[in-house]
Every structure is written in structure tokens, then in C-alpha cells.
């Protein structure tokens, strides 16, 4: 089954203490991309990747990192994660081309204390 | 610079009524157009997407969407609204040249009443 699969689906955590959300997609995307959901302000995409090792900042990336070794990976990384990053995070993969549709995960909940 | 708005956060209708949820944007050039849906506890769904051709696209559960060039708009509609209707609608635009960038807007919440 075509997917995009997040893990962990729930995370609570405390300030300071680095951590990684998962993604990885079984469709030979080339394109993969994270975002942040939050009430009021829809989806803010916080970083994407067109292809092995070319990632570009998204409109909030302040405070992330990301990295894309192979392909179907894609991993979020918080550093030094601050209360102002709890929030329901998204991946999503499409390929290559401007009219495709994303294929999104089922999300990531953050709670950093 | 590119953006979306969504200009209601919840509309609520009554089952069997029409729905009309509203969507206007501005990009340079070209837009590729798109909504998405989220049911609870879920991540965003493809509904259906306008590229070019017919201003009037049809998609998944129903739904249509007009594109309107002159007044930049890309309302999603349903002529018959079910309950399981009911969820968080996303409208977002890509450019078709430079960004490689989808922009969302900030949801609009449907509830259909029974």
C-alpha cells in the first residue's frame, strides 16, 4: 500500500532535549516536505526536499533540521526543542512535477514542556 | 509573494443542502490549485485539483471546485452535503514557475448539520 508513515504518532517531551520524528514514503517520490499545523494558522511548511541531498527552508524553519540521505526518508530533527515548537507536524511526499498531489502522514503530535 | 485565504473558519449546513466552500489566492503567474480534506485524527487527503483547461474540476466524494481567474478564487462545492461531509478543508497553491513551494490556507471547518 502506497504510504507515508510518521513516527511517533505522540510526543511529549521536555525543553532542551533533542529529538527526531520519522517519515519515509514507499512511492519513489522525489519530493518530501515537512509542516506544522496550528489552530488559526493552517499549514506552515517548515522544510522540503526535491531530491537526495537538496533541502531547502520552508517558511518556519527557524529551530529545525532536516536531512535527506536516501530517498524514502526524511526525519525531522528539534536540536534543543522549546515549547513554542508543540504542535501537530506533518510529512508529506509527491513527485516531481508542480501539478502533483502531496500524500501526507497521519501526523505527529509534539508537546514540549 | 504567494498566499491563500480562506475567509471563514467554520460554515455549517444543513444534510442535503448545497455547500460552498470559499478559497481566493495570489500568485505570480500560474496557479496549480488544490483542496485538501482532514477528518480527525487523520492527515490531509486529496480532494481534487485544478491545472489547467475546464474552470470546472470534479473530484473525490462528490466535490467540485470552480476556478475563477478574474477574481482569483477556487470555491469548493458539493450540491448535496452529507454529515460524514463533516472536517477541516484546506485550499492551497503552487506556482508554476520558481518556488517549488505549496502554500495552505488556514482551514475552514464544515459542519453539516443533520
Known amino acids: 500500500e502506497a504510504q507515508v508513515t510518521q513516527n511517533p504518532r505522540y510526543l511529549i517531551t521536555v525543553t532542551g532535549k533533542k529529538l527526531t520524528v520519522t517519515c519515509s514514503q514507499n512511492?519513489?517520490?522525489?519530493?518530501m516536505s515537512w509542516y506544522r499545523q496550528d489552530p488559526g494558522l493552517g499549514l506552515r511548511q517548515i522544510y522540503y526536499s526535491m531530491n537526495v541531498e537538496v533541502t531547502d527552508k520552508g517558511d518556519v524553519p527557524e529551530g529545525y533540521k532536516v536531512s535527506r540521505k536516501e530517498k524514502r526518508n526524511f526525519p525531522l530533527i528539534l536540536e534543543s526543542p522549546s515549547p513554542n515548537q508543540t504542535s501537530l507536524y506533518f510529512c508529506a511526499s509527491a513527485n516531481r512535477g508542480l501539478g502533483e498531489k502531496l500524500f501526507f502522514g497521519s501526523g505527529t503530535q509534539l508537546s514540549v514542556l | 509573494a504567494q498566499s491563500v485565504a480562506q475567509p471563514e473558519d467554520q460554515v455549517n449546513v444543513a444534510e442535503g443542502n448545497p455547500l460552498t466552500v470559499k478559497c481566493t489566492y495570489s500568485v505570480s503567474g500560474n496557479p496549480y490549485l488544490f483542496w485538501y480534506v482532514q477528518y480527525p485524527n487523520r492527515g490531509l487527503q486529496f480532494l481534487l485539483k485544478y491545472i489547467t483547461g475546464d474552470n470546472l474540476v470534479k473530484g473525490s466524494y462528490g466535490f467540485e471546485a470552480e476556478f475563477n481567474k478574474s477574481q482569483t478564487s477556487f470555491h469548493l462545492k458539493k450540491p448535496s452535503a452529507l454529515v460524514s461531509d463533516s472536517a477541516l478543508y484546506f485550499c492551497?497553491?503552487?506556482?508554476?514557475?520558481?518556488?517549488?513551494?505549496?502554500?495552505f490556507g488556514t482551514g475552514t471547518r464544515l459542519k453539516v448539520l443533520a
Open positions: 512511492m519513489n517520490h522525489e519530493y
Open positions: 492551497a497553491v503552487r506556482a508554476t514557475s520558481g518556488t517549488y513551494k505549496y502554500i
